[in-house]
Every structure is written in structure tokens, then in C-alpha cells.
């Protein structure tokens, strides 16, 4: 199987994916328009109506369940035996994704809200202390000034985070500050040895139990590389899949560390073996290593699940994480995700941003928006 630009998708048996599945579809230079996201009401200099928003119920985007868990598939090895990534072809889509021109005026406010929606806002330091995790709570449901968005006409939306990621002895903290705030976004924990994973599986297994039990609903594992690295592609299996199992309920991110995989092929595999062992989303990185979430990494891993849905109808999340600070990356990631997966999974259920500092440039973006001029220190002062 082939996995990049400029070269065909093809099975064991030598058809082209294209021939399967119908022709690829031509890439755009450009952008693509926005998807139907929240934006400011009015109209713009040309007379044309933002995009509306997206039909939600009632609750606010956090307080929805997430997509339908992923049930993983049996050990299928010939999916991945035959892989071979075309890394130029996919380096020069890359770089040419680093040229697209970002959107302006209303259309990059829709954009930035709908980024919003999907932040894991996070905090994994050291000294993380029960106060700083009530202000990190607090920043989750009120993630824009309400001064702002009454500007752009979405105060009764329901914006808020994705959900709010911590390690797991401040999980309870987390849990009561959200309740004591009257919202329901979930809470993340990192666990199985977050971030090296170098413990023993039995530890792992034990970490996740108690982070659900501590009240996270959401869970991101980290995978041992060297079982990539060693192609030990049974284990590897093995342990996500009795990690799957100890998360219970909670929905289970898997962190490939795409870092330290050693090759794109390596990327490739791990993200369809964690995918087969029944992760809802996949992750790029914990964000502790030196290389973390790459355009190149993004794309080969957006196939990964891509194929995963064609062939077993089931959807699988993306989280881009480590690195993504500016809203002018959020946007194009978002970008990136509606060419290669489609609008269906712009959405918190389907898509993430791993993110510490990203909220505070995206507020900053939404304030030069809205007044006219760039926001001073005091201005914005929870970010």
C-alpha cells in the first residue's frame, strides 16, 4: 500500500485506490471555503451573509457526547505489511499547505470561534496546583470575553473549550471546579506513562483506573515506541487494546509520539494498529518532545484514518498536539482536516487541538477582530 502525493493507493492485490474508490480529488491551491461555523452577525463589504452556524441543540458544544466509540477491529496485519510512504510527495504537500492564504475579516472570526470548540485546553506542569486548575476550569467555559462575542453576536452560543486536559492527581480538582461552574466539559486525563512510557503495562492499566475513577471522561494513553520501533506490531496491539479496556466509558486518545517513530511508515502503521485496537481518537504528540505536530505527521496520519473508515465504516478522531500556538496554525490545521477528512470531522467530537498557549493568540485575533486594534497586556488578562 501507498500512502502520499503523486503516487497511487494500492491493495495487495495491485488495483489502484483509485479505481476502488473512484478518482482523487484535484488539489486546491487555495483554501477551501469555511464550513458552516459561527461567525459575526451582519453582513461583510461585499453584501455576502457569514456562514451560519451549525445546527446544536440545546447544549453547549462540551455538554454533547462524543462520537460513537470506536469498537477496534481483530489483529489485521496485511493492512499495514505492504506500506510504503511516498515522503517527498508528502513534504511538498506540506509546504504548500504552509502557503495557503488564511481567511480574513468575519470568515477567520468563524474559523477561530469553531478552534475554540475544539481546544483540550491544557496543563501539564510540575507545579500544577489546585488553584491554577480552578483558573485553568475557569478559562474553559469562558474561553472569549463575553464583551466580544455580544460584538459578534454568538454570547448565547454556548462557546466553549473541547475540554480540559490535566494529569491525573489534579483530575478531581478539575472535576469540581467545572461543576462548581455549572458546566459539563469533559475532563482529560494523560496516562499509561504520560509521556515516556517507559512502566511497566500493569502501572499503565493501574493509572487509567484511577484517573476514570477520579471522574476524567476522556483518556490519552501514550504508546510505547519501541514496539514501533521493533515492529512489534502483536504487543503493541495487545497493550492498547487492554488499555481500551481499562478506560471503561471513557473515550481513549492514543499519543503516537510521532517524534520518535523513526520513519513516516512508522507513523502510518502505528496510527491503523492503534486505530484497529479500538482508539477513538489518534494524537500526535504529548508535547514533551522535540518534534511534535508536523504538517507531514498530520497528513499521513489523516490517511491512516481515512483508509480506517473505508474499510471498516468506523470514524476515528484526530488531535493535533506540542507546538500549535498561533491562530493563523489553528486555522490551517482546521483546513487541512476539511480537505483530507471532510467537514464531518470539524467538530469536537472528531477533531482537537492539543494546546497550553493557543487560546491566548486566538482571543487576541477575536479582540483586533472586533475593536479594531491590538489587544494590551491588561486587556485580556486571563489568558
Known sequence: MAVGLGCPVTDSSGAAGSERRGPERARRARPPPPPPLPARAGRDRRG????????????????????????GTELELGWISKVHVNRPAVVRHAEQIKKWRTVKGNWQAAWLLKAVTCIDLTTLSGDDT???VHRLCFKAKHPIREDLLKAMDMHDKGITVGAVCVYPARVTDAVNALKAAGCNIPVASVAA??????????TKLAEIKLAVEYGAREIDIVISRSLVLTGQWERLYEEIRQCREACGKAHMKTILATGELGSLANVYKASMIAMMAGSDFIKTSTGKEVENATFPVGIVMMRAIREFYWQTGNKVGFKPAGGIRTAKEAITWLMLVKEELGVEWLTPELFRLGASSLLEDIEKQIFCHVTGSYALQHDLAMA
Open 130 to 132: 489546585p488553584s491554577n
Open 48 to 71: 455576502r451573509s457569514p456562514p451560519a452556524p451549525p445546527a446544536r441543540g440545546s447544549q453547549p458544544p462540551a455538554a454533547r457526547a462524543m462520537a460513537g466509540r470506536n469498537p
Open 193 to 202: 506513562g504520560f509521556p515516556s512510557g517507559q512502566t511497566p503495562l500493569e
